[in-house]
Each structure stands twice: as C-alpha cells, then as structure tokens.
C-alpha cells in the first residue's frame, strides 16, 4: 500500500484530492490541513511519499519540507500546488523536494506523478526544463568567453537568482517575499555577492554578472 501524506490548508482541496487518489486500489490518503498538524502526525508515522502545498498560513511548503527533512523524514515530496513554482525552483530543490505537480493537473498526470515519486523519478513542467536549459546555456558562454574570470567567481543557483531579481529593480524586500526570505537575510546574501564579484554597488553587481554570463541582457 502506497500511504501518502497530503498537507493542503484549503479543507475541500484537500478532501477532493483525497477522493481522486483513493480511487487507486494501492493508494491512502492522510490529510493534515496545516504544517503544524502534518508535523505533529510525521513524529509518529511515516509515508511513502508526502505531498505539500506551497504557500501555506504559518509555514509555506519551503519551510515545512526543511522541517520535515530536519525530522530525518527522507520520503520523496512533492509540491503540489496551483502556483508557478518557477521563482522558486532552487530554493525547493536545496530545500529537499522531490518533484512537483500542478492542481489543475489531470487525475492521471495526478497519479502518475505519485507513482514517478515513490520510484525516485521526477516529472517537471517544460517551462522549468527551459529554465534550465537556459541556465546551462549561460554557463556554456560563460566559460568560452571568459574562461579566466568564470573561475574566478564562484555563484552559486541562489545568488544568480538573486541577481536577476536585483537586475529587474526589486528591492531587499521584494526579493525576500519572492523567496520566502527575511530581508536582512537578502542583504547579508548580496554582501557575499558583492564580495565574490568585487563591487560595491547593485548596478555594478549587475553589470559584473552579465558581463561574466551569470545573467543574461535581455532581463525586464
């Protein structure tokens, strides 16, 4: 039997999600309608795969996940949510998620999905594949054209992230509400950017990356 945890705070979400999954023979279905109650529930039992919802009232699916695999819990998760994951695509992975899937997917995609995360497999959206498909092709001009200074500067997903945010004019706090962050958290993360690129403002910083390749021209 396949046991699944879904932590979903909007109650008919969650109860229709329920009813979709255990029309699979193999499939049960456990609901907590909030991070507190799943967590509460994973320190007694264990699942063969969790699914969470993004954004959440007190703690979204970024933080329960790190919560959870603090717990030792190292059972795939999915997000399953209705919002664009794009944006957040880094921190999920570092944060410890297995995959994802959409609420407005079909209940085959829906199965499917669980069935791809408890063998260890990943579904991911196309957009996000061109994502990365984009972040390698950067990395690939970066080091023909610079080649020397590419191993000079160290970035790493999260700080060329907060690049591009920074490179479309957001401030601290917009970037810190894009990624589930504290502004001082931002700050001291563009500190480190600073010193790595050996600037020492936002526009040079920005300038810096696109010449180096770590973000592209043509951001808005």
Do not use: C, W
């Not at 979903?8 to 499939?27: A, T």
């Amino acid at each position: 039997m396949i046991s699944i945890m879904l932590v979903d705070d909007h109650p008919v979400i969650g109860e229709g999600s329920k009813l979709i999954i255990e029309k699979e023979d193999d499939m049960e279905v456990t609901i907590a309608d909030s991070p507190g109650k799943a967590i509460d529930i994973l320190k007694e039992e264990d699942f063969t795969i969790m699914l969470f919802d993004l954004r959440m009232d007190g703690m979204n699916g970024i933080e329960l996940t790190k919560q959870v695999r603090s717990m030792g819990k190292m059972s795939p998760i999915l997000i399953y949510t209705g919002h664009d994951v794009g944006p957040y695509f880094n921190t999920l992975m570092e944060a410890g998620v297995t995959g994802f899937i959409s609420k407005t997917a079909s209940r085959e995609e829906l199965i499917q999905a669980i069935r791809y995360g408890v063998e260890e497999k990943a579904i991911v959206p196309v957009s996000l594949l061109e994502q990365l498909r984009k972040v390698e092709a950067r990395v690939q001009e970066t080091q023909k054209n610079s080649v020397e200074q590419a191993n000079e500067v160290s970035i790493s997903s999260k700080e060329q992230d907060i690049l591009t945010e920074v490179a479309k004019g957001k401030s601290n706090k917009e970037i810190a509400e894009a990624f589930f962050k504290s502004p001082r958290t931002i700050e001291y993360n563009l500190t480190e950017i600073f010193k790595k690129l050996r600037v020492k403002t936002r526009a040079e910083a920005v300038l810096k990356s696109k010449q180096l390749g770590v973000i592209t021209e043509d951001i808005k």
